[in-house]
C-alpha cells in the first residue's frame, strides 16, 4: 500500500522545491528597494491621515452574516437528500420522510428564535 503513496509525496516534494526555489531566487534576483521616510508613510490623496483606518460596523451586520450562512449551509444538505428521497419513495420509505421532516423542524424552530431575540431586527 505505502507504494501507492510515492506519487504524491513526489509531487509534495517537487512543490515544495519550486516554492522554496522560487523564494530564494527572488531575494537573490530582485530588485533592492530603497526605503525611506516618505516612501514608508501612507499616502491618502496627498494629505495625512487623521483618525482610525477602519469604520465600526453595528454587530447586527456580523450577527445576520452568521444567520445567513448557518442557515444557508443547513439548506445545502436538503439538495442530497431530495436526490435521494427521489430513490426512496418508491420503497415506501416512510422513515426517511420524517427524518428530514425533523430536520427541517429543527431549523424553523432556529428560526424562529433568532426572530423572537430580534436578531433580525435593524432598529435598536
Same mark, same amino acid.
Given at each position: 500500500?505505502?507504494?501507492?503513496?510515492?506519487?504524491?509525496?513526489?509531487?509534495?516534494?517537487?512543490?515544495?522545491?519550486?516554492?522554496?526555489?522560487?523564494?530564494?531566487?527572488?531575494?537573490?534576483?530582485?530588485?533592492?528597494?530603497?526605503?525611506?521616510e516618505t516612501k514608508e508613510s501612507a499616502?491618502?490623496?496627498?494629505?495625512?491621515? +487623521?483618525?482610525?483606518?477602519?469604520?465600526?460596523?453595528? &454587530?447586527?451586520?456580523?450577527? #445576520? *452574516?452568521? $444567520?445567513?450562512? =448557518?442557515?444557508?449551509?443547513?439548506?445545502?444538505?436538503?439538495?442530497?437528500?431530495?436526490?435521494?428521497?427521489?430513490?426512496?419513495?418508491?420503497?415506501?420509505?416512510? +422513515?426517511?420522510?420524517?427524518?428530514?421532516?425533523?430536520? &427541517?423542524?429543527?431549523?424553523? #424552530? *432556529?428560526? $424562529?428564535?433568532? =426572530?423572537?431575540?430580534?436578531?433580525?431586527?435593524?432598529?435598536?
Amino acid at each position: 500500500m505505502l507504494p501507492d503513496y510515492i506519487p504524491v509525496v513526489i509531487q509534495i516534494l517537487i512543490a515544495s522545491g519550486f516554492a522554496v526555489a522560487t523564494l530564494i531566487a527572488s531575494a537573490l534576483l530582485g530588485k533592492r528597494a530603497l526605503s525611506n521616510e516618505t516612501k514608508e508613510s501612507a499616502y491618502e490623496c496627498g494629505m495625512n491621515p +487623521v483618525g482610525n483606518g477602519q469604520a465600526r460596523f453595528s &454587530v447586527k451586520f456580523y450577527l #445576520v *452574516a452568521m $444567520l445567513f450562512v =448557518l442557515f444557508d449551509i443547513e439548506v445545502v444538505f436538503l439538495y442530497p437528500w431530495a436526490v435521494v428521497f427521489k430513490e426512496q419513495i418508491s420503497s415506501g420509505a416512510t +422513515v426517511f420522510f420524517w427524518s428530514m421532516f425533523g430536520f &427541517v423542524m429543527i431549523l424553523f #424552530v *432556529a428560526y $424562529l428564535y433568532a =426572530l423572537k431575540k430580534g436578531a433580525l431586527e435593524w432598529r435598536n
